[in-house]
């Protein structure tokens, strides 16, 4: 029994120190470098798939991979998601520990087992952080001039949406654009209701026009990838790879019109001293307006813009109007995102001198 107990601590102990290593040493990649293999070496067949999701490599080129310390590759979502899904108190039973006994699951490898440790997707936040050039200039602009530290909450951000890229610049566009319109309307004597509106619409409508244009490309892509596993290689290669081709300009293009988006609003509202100038200590805050949406899409646009940057920020305005316009003259929206932050653990209250406002701070287990 003693031995059985020994082994079981070794085997624990040595998980631990493995784990660690491998959480310094993944990569994240895009999936395209698996099939032109320039300059990169990892452990796998580019004409293989993804060993969770099956997805071949073939149509995960602009996909974000995970190649982890054995060189084993998986599509960093599906990575994200084993870790969500790997509960700690999972067991399995070793051949060496008597039946009835068992020795706890690791977070590992799907194809050799290799242990990791969970922090292995966080450092790949990191990665996917500090590889965008967009993601910091959106997260440079909000922590000089509206939430210092923000910087700081981007990784928790792409650890939220899976280490998906493109979702977090797009709600850190979001952020951008609605803090613009929540600071106006809390500052008077400045931007009339209207003036506001155009602001956030006017720098929104290429940013808007490109991701249509994007995700429309996107799906014909897709069918593209269907179409030629069903038919064989080689079936629609020219126009699957023109239609690739035409995805990649529009992702640049639209990452391109986001930062002019976003500098076009702080200049906009830098102008009409709605205190997002360079001194941080003149902030209020982050403020998000979430004016004039339905109920659900506002708890939606609440749990990806509010709820990951609170860990950081600590507090956060939201703006959801007194409900002067709602029928019945109610505040609709206000009630229902106060009863969904307290759903969530979040201390919410209405803002003093302000009923269309909320500060939404961190739950009292985190102080």
């Given at each position: 029994m003693?031995r059985?107990?020994?082994?079981?601590?070794?085997?624990?102990t040595?998980?631990?120190?493995?784990?660690?290593?491998?959480?310094?040493?993944?990569?994240?990649?895009?999936?395209?470098?698996?099939?032109?293999?320039?300059?990169?070496?990892?452990?796998?067949?580019?004409?293989?798939?993804?060993p969770?999701?099956?997805?071949?490599w073939?149509?995960?080129s602009?996909?974000?991979?995970?190649v982890?310390?054995?060189?084993?590759?998986?599509?960093?979502?599906?990575?994200?998601?084993?870790?969500?899904?790997?509960?700690?108190?999972?067991?399995?039973?070793?051949?060496?520990?008597?039946?009835?006994?068992?020795?706890?699951?690791?977070?590992?490898c799907?194809?050799c087992?290799?242990l990791?440790?969970?922090?292995?997707?966080?450092?790949l936040?990191?990665q996917?952080?500090?590889?965008?050039?967009?993601?910091r200039?959106l997260?440079?602009?909000?922590a000089?001039?509206v939430?210092?530290?923000l910087?700081?909450?981007?990784?928790?951000?792409?650890?939220?949406?899976?280490?998906?890229?493109?979702?977090?610049?797009?709600?850190?566009?979001?952020?951008i654009?609605?803090?613009?319109?929540g600071?106006a309307?809390?500052?008077?004597?400045?931007?009339?209701?209207r003036?506001?509106?155009?602001?956030?619409?006017?720098?929104?409508?290429?940013?808007?026009?490109?991701?249509?244009e994007?995700?429309?490309?996107?799906?014909?892509?897709?069918?593209?990838?269907k179409?030629?596993?069903?038919?064989?290689?080689?079936?629609?290669s020219a126009?699957?790879?023109?239609?690739?081709?035409?995805?990649?300009?529009?992702?640049?293009?639209?990452?391109?019109?986001?930062?002019?988006?976003?500098?076009s609003?702080?200049?906009?509202?830098n102008?009409?001293?709605?205190?997002?100038?360079?001194?941080?200590?003149?902030?209020?805050?982050?403020?998000?307006?979430?004016?004039?949406?339905?109920?659900?899409?506002?708890k939606?646009?609440?749990?990806?813009?509010?709820?990951?940057?609170?860990?950081?920020?600590?507090?956060?305005v939201?703006?959801?109007?007194?409900?002067?316009h709602?029928?019945?003259?109610?505040?609709?929206?206000?009630?229902?995102?106060?009863?969904?932050?307290?759903?969530?653990?979040?201390?919410?209250?209405?803002?003093?001198?302000?009923?269309?406002?909320?500060?939404i701070?961190?739950?009292?287990?985190?102080?």
């Open positions: 003693e059985v107990e020994a082994s079981v601590a070794q085997r624990e040595e998980a631990e120190e493995e784990a660690v290593a491998a959480a310094d040493t993944a990569q994240l990649v895009r999936g395209g470098m698996l099939l032109d293999n320039s300059g990169f070496s990892w452990n796998g067949d580019a004409d293989g798939q993804c969770i999701c099956h997805e071949k073939s149509s995960l602009d996909a974000s991979v995970a982890l310390e054995c060189g084993h590759a998986t599509c960093a979502a599906c990575l994200c998601h084993m870790r969500e899904s790997v509960p700690a108190t999972e067991e399995r039973q070793d051949p060496l520990v008597p039946h009835g006994q068992s020795v706890t699951t690791r977070f590992q799907p194809h087992t290799l990791l440790d969970p922090a292995t997707v966080d450092n936040a990191l996917a952080y500090q590889a965008s050039d967009l993601l200039f997260a440079g602009h909000l000089t001039a939430a210092p530290g910087h700081d909450a981007v990784p928790a951000m792409l650890v939220h949406r899976r280490l998906d890229s493109a979702a977090v610049e797009k709600e850190l566009f979001e952020i654009s609605r803090h613009a319109v600071a309307a809390r500052t008077s004597g400045s931007l009339d209701s003036r506001k509106q155009e602001v956030y619409l006017e720098a929104r409508r290429p940013v808007v026009a490109l991701q249509r994007l995700e429309r490309e996107a799906e014909k892509l897709a069918t593209l990838d179409r030629e596993d069903r038919l064989g290689p080689g079936a629609v126009e699957r790879q023109s239609c690739r081709g035409r995805c990649d300009e529009l992702r640049e293009n639209l990452r391109a019109a986001q930062q002019n988006a976003a500098a609003i702080f200049a906009t509202l102008d009409e001293s709605l205190g997002m100038g360079s001194d941080a200590g003149e902030s209020e805050g982050l403020c998000i307006d979430l004016h004039g949406l339905h109920v659900a899409e506002a939606t646009k609440f749990d990806e813009l509010v709820v990951p940057v609170l860990p950081v920020l600590g507090r956060c939201v703006v959801t109007g007194r409900g002067s709602s029928k019945g003259g109610e505040a609709a929206l206000r009630e229902a995102l106060v009863r969904h932050a307290r759903h969530r653990a979040l201390r919410c209250a209405v803002m003093q001198g302000n009923g269309g406002a909320l500060e701070s961190r739950p009292v287990l985190d102080e």
